[in-house]
Each structure stands twice: as structure tokens, then as C-alpha cells.
């Protein structure tokens, strides 16, 4: 690559960034520092009706959660204003644009004629050559002279070459009436401004470039080099809906995943190294090449997610998921300070749950009381015939001289022997006894970061329910 790489993401303020947003984010960013380049961030909110604050900060903290930091200071379209408005005086003074006064039910008429010969419905030039120029009280639109002839040609980084004639392309409005710039302005004028080398951005956007080409060249100005990313479709192959991934990234943070597992995740919508699964930041950066990035819609697989994040989990050092796990717990409103140690619980959890939003709720049982015993597990192991090994054992923990998984891992085995019974008829009673349900680490961790108290009043509160059903039986 010769010359500095500079890519962008440019995400409008009107909707919650989404994971297809991110991904083009990402993509953007990795091509960037892939190749030392920079990497920076516009906001383009010029729509100030549909553009709101919490969108912004949808975008920035989205951002900075997933570690895809930004060079320079962000550009914000809406600060820019006298800037474009320059450029279409420019253009129209050049001759490069010109003033339409077409009403809309002239463009409705055009529009109809066209489809009516089977044609693209579009604009149809009338005030291209006239030089007309507003008198007091006209309110028209600015059109950009699109050539009339040749084509547009497109050597896209990942769709190859696109080729478009000028013919299909009609001249398109770059000043509404009340002298706002449009959209494909606005984009131009930006990416020349600031330099971009490179546009990294999602297909939807492939028939703007080359009217925004038009306007690079209209400009004397290099158009930078393109790569349009398909599109995500949800698990179905179908338009990505609320519930699959069109929700705001901030949303897999409250569900309980890390940051580079959605990266990770995200990487390998659309792009592949080998069968290589597993990226690290680092990796993907080293190894990113967006020529590889697939042409065809990759669709989420929510199973690969979790997958990962499961990976992550137990990769990640036990203070760094307390942390995680303490901010989720007090969320729930679950008071944290007494004992057992976040970090030990966290160790113990990473090791075998999903999301962070799991092991909070398989944690919470660690600081404060179960409202209720799971129904199911209750009835199947709460049963009368547990009643003296139940008994047994809270005897024997209760004579323990040291709390710690060894200790009570032999006082159970030795309470199982003392019964004659397999170790097992004593763990899984003892399990929903404690826990309230039937699934937790294993028992004698559960029990050493539960605490003697807990444990031996909570083996009181089921062998009082287990009494109650021996009594009901008689
Ligand atoms: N603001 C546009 C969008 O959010 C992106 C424009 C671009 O990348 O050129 O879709």
C-alpha cells in the first residue's frame, strides 16, 4: 500500500448502532491498522429531527466498550454546515449545478412517464441548461450536472469491478429548497476534507458511489478507493430484525458478553483465515485483509456467539469478571459486600457459564437467601428418603474443623458411607438443599463459598420441609 491508509466510519445518529454497524466499524478499523493507517469517526447527524443524543452515545460508548478507538477528534457534519454550503456555491458557480424549481407533482408526472415507457423512474433534466436564477421568493432545489455520457467505474476492494453508465444515472438534488445539503454532499465534501483513502461501508450504500464519484471528480478531487461489506441477515437469512442483532451493540454488554468475543464473532461475519476461529485483537489486526471478505450476506449464528464467550470467559483472569459480575449483581440489586470473595465466586463461574448475565443469576444464591426451591428439583430430591442423609451430613459439616473443599468433600463421602448410600444421593440433595435448585458448581465448592452458616441453616430450612412431608405422608 503506498501512502497512509485512512478509513472512517461515519454512522448517522438516528437509529441505536446495531451489530451490522459495528461490523462495518470494525472491518474499517482493522483495514486501517492493518496497514498503520488512520482510522476516524463522523457523525453524521445534518437530520437534527431524527437524530438524537442517545444514539450518540449509543456510537461512542459502543465503541470504546470494544476497544475501536479513533484518531483525531470526531467531525461532526452538523458543525459543518458553511462548509458545504461553500461547495454547492462552488459548484453552482462552475457551472457544475444548477437551481431546479420543479413542483412536485411535475416530478410525479415524470416519474409516471418514465415507468409508463418501462424505464427507471428519474429526473429528467429540464432545468439543466436554463441558468436560471432564483428570484425573490423561490425556494429550489440545487441539482448536481451529473455527465451525461461514459461510465463510472468501480474497482471495489471486495465486489470487484462494478461499472455503471452515466445514463442510468440521473442529476441529483445536493441542496434541498430550504438549502440543507444532502446526504451524498455531505459525504463528499467529508471524506475529501478529511483525507480518506479509504471507504469501508455496507453494501446498501454501493449505487450512492457512483454519484458520489461524479461529484469527487466535479471537485478535481481523487475519489478513494471503495470496499461495499454485504450485509448481515439474521439466523434465518432473513432482514435482521430487533430480536437478532439489529438491537443496539450496547445490548450484548447487558446480556453478558466481553467485548472481544463480539469482536471475534463479528470478524468472522464475512471474513475468514484458514478455519481459524479463535482472533485475538492483536491477530485481527495482523492479519486482516479485506480482500478476503466475503461478497455474499453472512447470517448471525447466535450458538457461535455464546461459543465464544464462553471461550473468553474462561480465558480471562478471575479479578476482571468479579468486577463484571459485582457490576451485574448490584444491578439485580443484590447485596455484594459479605462474604464469599467476588473473585473466588467468579473463578469458580467462568469456568462453566455462558454470559456474565448467568452467572449472576447463578451467584446471587452465594449472597443472599432463595425466595423459593425449584419446583422440579425439590420434588425429586427432597423426598423423605433423604431425610437422614440430610441430617447425617449437617451433623458432620458441623463438626468440621477447617472449611475448605477437602474437608467437606471427605465429610460428605464419609456421610455417604455412614448411609451406605452412593455419594451422589447425598450431593444432589444437599445441591437443591443449599442452592435451591440442581445445578450449581460442584458440591463442595458451592458449599466452601457458601459459608458453614449458610450452608447449615439452609440444610435446617429443607430438612424442616422434608420433616413436613414425612409428616403429610403419615
Ligand atoms: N451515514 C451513513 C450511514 O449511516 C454512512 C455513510 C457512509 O459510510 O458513506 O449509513
Known amino acids: 500500500m503506498t501512502g497512509k491508509v485512512i478509513t472512517r466510519f461515519a454512522p448517522s445518529p438516528t437509529g441505536f448502532l446495531h451489530i451490522g454497524g459495528i461490523r462495518t466499524a470494525l472491518f474499517s478499523w482493522l483495514f486501517a491498522r492493518r496497514h498503520n493507517g488512520e482510522f476516524l469517526l463522523r ?97 429550489p432545489v440545487v441539482r448536481f450536472k451529473n455527465p451525461l455520457d461514459g461510465d463510472v467505474v468501480i474497482d471495489d476492494l471486495i465486489q470487484g469491478r462494478v461499472v455503471i453508465s452515466n445514463r442510468e444515472l440521473d442529476d441529483l438534488i445536493i441542496a434541498r429548497s430550504d438549502g440543507s445539503p444532502t446526504y451524498n454532499l455531505t459525504v463528499v465534501v467529508d471524506d475529501a476534507d478529511m483525507g480518506i483513502t479509504h471507504v469501508v461501508r455496507g453494501d446498501d450504500h454501493l449505487n450512492n458511489t457512483p454519484r458520489q464519484i461524479n461529484i469527487f471528480n466535479a471537485l478535481d478531487h481523487d475519489a478513494p478507493k471503495y470496499a461495499h461489506l454485504p450485509l448481515i441477515l439474521d439466523p434465518e437469512g432473513k432482514k435482521l430484525s430487533k430480536r437478532h442483532g439489529a438491537a443496539s451493540v450496547l445490548e450484548y454488554r447487558e446480556q453478558g458478553y466481553l467485548p472481544e468475543a463480539l469482536l471475534n464473532y463479528l470478524v468472522r461475519l464475512g471474513w475468514s483465515h484458514g478455519d481459524q476461529e479463535i482472533f485475538s485483537t492483536g491477530e485481527m489486526t495482523e492479519l486482516f485483509d479485506i480482500a478476503r471478505a466475503n461478497k455474499a450476506a453472512a447470517a448471525l449464528n447466535p450458538d457461535k456467539l455464546t461459543w465464544l464467550n464462553q471461550h473468553y470467559l474462561r480465558e480471562s483472569k478471575a479479578e476482571r469478571i468479579a468486577c463484571l459480575l459485582k457490576r451485574k449483581l448490584v444491578e439485580l440489586g443484590v447485596d455484594v459486600t459479605g462474604a464469599p470473595d467476588l473473585k473466588e465466586v467468579a473463578g469458580v463461574q467462568k469456568e462453566r457459564v455462558k454470559t456474565i448475565v448467568e452467572m449472576a443469576d447463578q451467584s446471587r444464591l452465594f449472597y443472599e437467601e432463595f425466595a423459593e426451591y425449584d419446583e422440579t428439583a ?97
Not at 421 to 430: D, E, M, R, S, Y
Open 43 to 139: 457523525i453524521e447527524d445534518t437530520d437534527r429531527e431524527r437524530s438524537t443524543e442517545a444514539a450518540l452515545n449509543v456510537i461512542l460508548e459502543g465503541m470504546e466498550w470494544l476497544g475501536l478507538d479513533h484518531d483525531r477528534d470526531i467531525v461532526y457534519q452538523s458543525q459543518r454546515t458553511e462548509k458545504y454550503e461553500a461547495v454547492i456555491r462552488e459548484l453552482l458557480e462552475r457551472d457544475l449545478a444548477y437551481y431546479c424549481y420543479c413542483t412536485p407533482e411535475e416530478l410525479e408526472a415524470m416519474r409516471k412517464e418514465a415507468m409508463s415507457r418501462g424505464e427507471k423512474p428519474r429526473y429528467n433534466g429540464k432545468y439543466r441548461d436554463l441558468g436560471r436564477r432564483p428570484a425573490e421568493g423561490d425556494t
Open 378 to 474: 425439590a420434588k425429586k430430591h427432597l423426598r423423605p428418603v433423604a431425610l437422614e442423609p440430610l441430617r447425617q451430613v449437617r451433623e458432620t459439616l458441623a463438626g468440621l474443623d477447617a472449611w475448605d473443599r477437602e474437608s467437606i468433600h471427605a465429610a460428605i463421602d464419609a456421610a455417604a458411607e455412614q448411609q451406605a448410600i452412593k455419594f451422589g444421593k447425598i450431593a444432589q440433595p444437599l445441591r437443591v438443599a443449599v442452592t435451591g435448585g440442581a445445578v450449581s458448581p460442584s458440591i463442595d465448592v458451592t458449599l466452601e463459598l457458601l459459608g458453614r452458616d449458610r450452608t447449615l441453616s439452609r440444610l435446617a430450612r429443607a430438612l424442616e420441609l422434608i420433616e413436613r412431608r414425612v409428616a403429610a405422608q403419615e
